[in-house]
């Protein structure tokens, strides 16, 4: 099968690779019908992540069509068309009992991490009956890649974690798919106000078309005086970090109100400084999460309500050949406008 593989710090390549087989009685093996790329997969490539290694097939979103199930899988048989959620939760572990599914001790974010991932025809599932989800007739397989991982981790990691309440100010720091996905969910509450930052204005223009109330492009490093004014001097109640680099938790560390939230998603690879000299006395609360998928139900019957069109985020299509080109794409989508790319396989 065909197969987007991670080869070191700035390298990959589409390779011909071994179809995978099932490996423990609670695998599937999924035909990926449809993947994308994730922010997540340019700090692989970026050398942020060292769990992953060279040889790693990449991806941890999709959906599919069950090829062959072990024999303690009782959810799913061949045939069944699924969701593959970015996370893989055994249910039964402490972490899982706790919905912590991200730390689950038999697996977490391990897709296209610490075993191969979704960028190819086929990929094994492990936990299958409690890591995948059944895709409802008629439902939009497209609309459905966006909630593998996108919408529960700009949910979870960023409105949730990050207290959004009705009548409150957000600021989310970085318009990618994941802090779009936040502006979207974000909505679910009601705030009165959310600022968008970034430093793409076409993402930002994307922004106000997905209900942020005011942008701000950071290019002029003076986005902090650009929040005070917008807020009387106050800062947020809730700053989402969405980009992952420490300039932009930095930033949420100075627009955050007294009594507010810094919810991190990014993924950081070097250290940002935690100004405590002048935090200590904010009552302020530094909120860190790696998605659970907890909230993956729910998006499910949001979506099926068109409550939200998270369809709205995919700007290109690609073959799995054309997946170089599509990474290219992703990857410089301030001359591109990309936001998420669809690779049909
Ligand atoms: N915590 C989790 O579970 C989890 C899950 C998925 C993704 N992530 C992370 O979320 C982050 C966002 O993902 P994405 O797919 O949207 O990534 P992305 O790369 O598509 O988007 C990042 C955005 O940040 C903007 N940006 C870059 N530098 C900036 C700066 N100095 N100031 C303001 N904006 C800046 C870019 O223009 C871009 O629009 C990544 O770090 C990703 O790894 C975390
Ligand atoms: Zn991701
Ligand atoms: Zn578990």
């Not at 197969?3 to 390549?13: E, I, M, N, R």
């Not at 779009?180 to 909505?187: G, K, M, R």
């Not at 700007?315 to 301030?334: D, M, S």
């Amino acid at each position: 099968m065909k197969a987007l593989v991670y080869l070191g710090p700035s390298h990959k390549a589409l390779e011909e690779r071994p179809k995978p087989a099932l490996a423990a009685p609670s695998d599937a093996i999924v035909q990926i019908t449809r993947t994308t790329i994730c922010g997540t997969d340019l700090h692989i490539l970026k050398g942020d992540v060292p769990a992953c290694l060279p040889g790693r097939i990449l991806g941890h979103e999709g959906v599919g069509i069950v090829e062959a199930v072990g024999a303690a899988v009782t959810a799913f048989k061949p045939g069944d068309r699924v969701l593959i959620s970015c996370i893989s939760a055994c249910g039964k572990c402490d972490y899982c009992r706790k919905l912590m599914y991200s730390h689950c001790t038999t697996g977490g974010w391990i897709l296209g991490n610490s075993i191969d991932g979704t960028q190819a025809e086929f990929v094994r599932i492990p936990h299958a009956d409690t890591s995948l989800y059944p895709i409802p007739d008629g439902a939009d397989e497209e609309a459905l890649v966006m909630l593998s991982d996108i919408l529960p981790t700009g949910f979870e990691c960023g409105v949730l974690n990050g207290k959004v309440q009705p009548g409150s100010t957000v600021a989310i720091v970085g318009a990618g798919p994941i802090g779009l996905a936040a502006l979207l969910t974000a909505q679910f509450y009601a705030p009165a106000e959310i600022i968008m930052i970034d430093l793409d204005s076409n993402r930002l223009d994307l922004a106000k078309g997905f209900g942020a109330t005011t942008t701000i492009n950071s290019a002029d490093g003076r986005a902090v005086e650009a929040v005070m004014k917008q807020t009387d001097g106050i800062g947020v109640d809730t700053a989402i970090e969405a980009v992952g680099i420490p300039a932009t938790f930095e930033l949420c560390e100075e627009i955050v109100a007294p009594g507010g939230t810094i919810a991190n998603i990014g993924v950081h690879g070097t250290k940002a400084a935690l100004h405590l000299e002048r935090l200590w006395d904010r009552n302020i609360t530094i909120a860190t999460r790696l998605v659970d998928t907890v909230s993956t139900p729910m998006l499910l019957k949001v979506l099926r309500s068109n409550k939200i069109d998270p369809k709205r985020l995919i700007t290109h299509r690609f073959k799995l050949n054309q997946i170089l080109e599509a990474y290219e794409t992703f990857g410089h989508a301030a001359y591109t406008g990309a936001l998420k790319v669809i690779i049909e396989a």
